[in-house]
């Protein structure tokens, strides 16, 4: 399994100059933006309020209204995502949870919501085993990070919410996740054009980012990362990290999402 940079990675490309130019089909800012709150956010806001060991009556109240407004604003990206794919039953149930997320308002509607939510989060952890394309995956990693976000909030509402076990069952979600959506990598030399000038590839659902390095006049190496037929924007001192190039090509996807939540675990000692 190809190891990708942590968050770090942009950090590190800023401080480096490299700017990274990903093609026209990445997915707008507003909409990963979206899938963070559902995601971080919400998470962030759970870990928070239950840092003393409970929830009160009126933090409940707020991570429901956290989860409704979260899940409404991905709801229509996230089913349009899996509509593309084979996998119609798990949309089924993904549409059910997301169009019933509001039951997590009342008391008596709100274990119902329990049991729709639970086993469709985890038919999304063993969907990313059976789709194949990379597409299919990120898709699924998005139902997956939804589905599981609603049901840590529904086991909060319901008051059977366990953070020791069902904390250790998201993050073996999300790692699951993460080693299902992995990018192709590869190094090689173009050809006689550039003999000397070594190329290392990333590609994810379409998506590329290439690292390049070639030997100075005066000894060592310069590189540069560009994205999909972008032209080389600066050549740096040094060689190219992998990690970071795998990493920068799946930036805005469902891994990028899992990283990040599993970090705010780790933070939290979970």
């Known amino acids: 399994m190809k190891r990708r940079a942590g968050p770090l990675r942009l950090i590190v490309a800023a401080v480096l100059g490299l700017a990274v130019m990903l093609p026209a089909t990445a997915r707008p800012a507003s909409a990963e933006q979206d899938y963070g709150r559902i995601t971080i956010d919400l998470l ?4 928070d309020k239950g840092g003393d060991g409970r929830l009160t009556p009126d933090e409940v109240a707020s991570l429901v209204l956290e989860t409704i407004d979260a899940i409404t604003d991905v709801k229509v990206d996230l089913l349009a995502r899996l509509d593309a794919q084979a996998v119609a039953d798990l949309r ?13 308002r009342y008391p008596h509607t709100a274990a119902t919501y329990l049991g729709i939510v639970n086993p469709a989060a985890h038919q999304a952890k063993e969907y990313l085993a059976i789709v194949d394309s990379d597409a299919a995956k990120d898709a699924v990693g998005r139902a997956l990070i939804t589905l599981y976000s609603a049901l840590l909030v529904a086991e909060a509402k319901t008051g059977v ?13 999300l790692e699951e996740l993460r080693r299902q959506l992995e990018p192709e990598c590869r190094e090689h030399v173009p050809g006689q054009m550039y003999p000397n000038t070594v190329y290392y590839d ?16 005066g000894g060592g190496w310069e590189y540069s990362v560009i994205g999909n037929g972008s032209p080389p924007n600066v050549w740096l001192d040094g ?5 970071v190039i795998a990493g920068l090509v799946m930036d805005g996807t469902a891994d990028e999402l899992a990283e990040k939540a599993l970090l705010e675990l780790a933070a939290r000692g979970y």
């Open 161 to 173: 919410f366990n953070p020791t076990t069902r904390y250790a069952d998201y993050r073996g979600a």
């Open 44 to 47: 962030r806001s759970l870990l």
């Open 239 to 243: 060689e190219y990290d992998r990690e």
């Open 202 to 217: 990333c590609t994810f659902n379409g998506r590329t980012v290439t690292g390049m390095k070639r030997p100075k006049a």
């Open 92 to 104: 089924a149930k993904t549409a059910t949870a997301t169009s019933s997320v509001h039951y997590l």
